[in-house]
């Protein structure tokens, strides 16, 4: 298991390179990526990510144990930023390994949804010249439902 | 004394990102009441439970949560991760 | 879109890295690699994978057509492998982006479904110098169902 | 004249990759019936109709399909890729 919450940019190819050379005897690996999308409504200048700093990776520790517990998953990798980060820059990621493919899409999804609405994480969208603090989506906490 | 800690929307309404406090609350519940007497930004951050969320030394907790042995007490909205 | 079915090895971060190269504006990427596990209940030799030139090609195309059908997706890439493959090497992975992780995370799920029961391939496995044919299992033909 | 392809065990229990023939058949199972009667190792591969596809030029079909236009038909057990 790896956990990182950081300020630096990651190369997600080469973070699922890493991720990979360590496994033995997996048959299926998952790999999420969120990325900044600089499209939306209206044009994005960057992103800025408020977090947590202690309690993020406890929380974030607490969610991949949970996964861990719940399927025969092989190891896992989490990567979160905070900060500014630009259009086109990656803000996390997730991978798991497993020996079979649903337990590791499954892990995978499940830790998204937990990350989503239960690690302590902000973001601010900077459109225009305008700071808005992005909603939680309702659909994000509802999500949640699916696991309990 | 409790650290207070605020963060995104809340701490920029509010002012500050944190504080230390002396309170005799028992409760969440009870600490957001005290606050909201303090002055007008915590009554309008404060006024809407369903608007933001609240961790007991760095874990999540309800609002009828005890703070008896709370270090640091942390406001802030649902969480926009991933 | 990409689509290759392919004898020769290839390296998966490599491939994620040059899928999302060519990706503007989007917000997720969902990536599967699965691998030849080497554990099973014997020691694993090698695997065989057979195929159906032409078919093949033509019925993965059909099912990437049918995901950009079914979701909001920005691209797809499938890459499969035939012939011989060793223990821990890639078999095939399918990669999708978007703008929304929901949509992603669903068609790399249904990709998968279909590409495991409707694209012709059939895995041989060599235990211990014995050559079996893998079975199809019958979970496999029922996770179609969801899709349906 | 239209070609037959066999796959994995198929092939194998048949001892051949593929063969042209001419057939009357205007359906694969009208196919299936009249291989069948060709030998032993035909009437045991194609026995349960549980156990294997059909692709009629490289498109699935069922066995009850018409060949009437088949230039090409495989038989193939129950797919395994992924």
């Given amino acids: 298991m790896r956990i990182s919450v950081q300020n630096e940019f990651f190369d997600f190819s080469t973070e699922i390179k890493n991720f990979s050379a360590t496994l033995e005897n997996i048959g299926a690996l998952v790999t999420f990526t969120g ?3 600089g499209q939306k409504s209206q044009t994005l200048d960057y992103m800025v990510i408020e977090h947590y700093p202690g309690m993020t990776e406890k929380q974030i520790h607490l969610i991949v144990e949970e996964a861990f517990k719940r399927w025969k998953i092989s190891d896992a990798l989490v990567i979160h930023r ?3 980060l630009d259009p086109g820059e990656p803000i996390m990621m997730v991978a798991t390994a497993a020996e079979h493919r649903i337990e590791a899409f ?5 830790l998204m949804d937990y990350l989503k609405s ?8 900077v459109l225009n010249g305008e700071e808005n603090w992005v909603e ?11 696991w309990q | 004394m409790v650290d207070l800690i605020y963060f ?3 701490r920029e309404r509010i002012g500050k990102s944190g504080e ?5 609350a028992t409760t969440v519940l009870e600490l957001i009441e005290e606050l909201k007497k303090k002055d ?5 951050v404060f006024s809407d439970l369903g608007s933001f969320r609240v961790a007991i030394n760095q874990e999540l907790a309800d609002f009828d949560a005890s703070i008896v042995e709370a270090t640091e007490i942390a406001f802030f909205p649902p969480m926009t991760g991933g």
């Fill in chain 1, 35 to 37: 990325i900044v999308r």
């Fill in chain 1, 82 to 84: 905070y900060g500014k």
């Fill in chain 1, 106 to 110: 499954e892990a995978a999804e499940y």
């Fill in chain 1, 118 to 125: 239960k690690a302590p994480f902000w973001k601010k969208e």
């Fill in chain 1, 136 to 146: 939680s989506a309702s659909e994000d906490e509802t999500a949640l439902s699916r």
């Fill in chain 2, 8 to 10: 995104s929307w809340i």
């Fill in chain 2, 20 to 24: 230390s406090i002396e309170t005799s």
């Fill in chain 2, 40 to 44: 007008i930004r915590y009554s309008e």
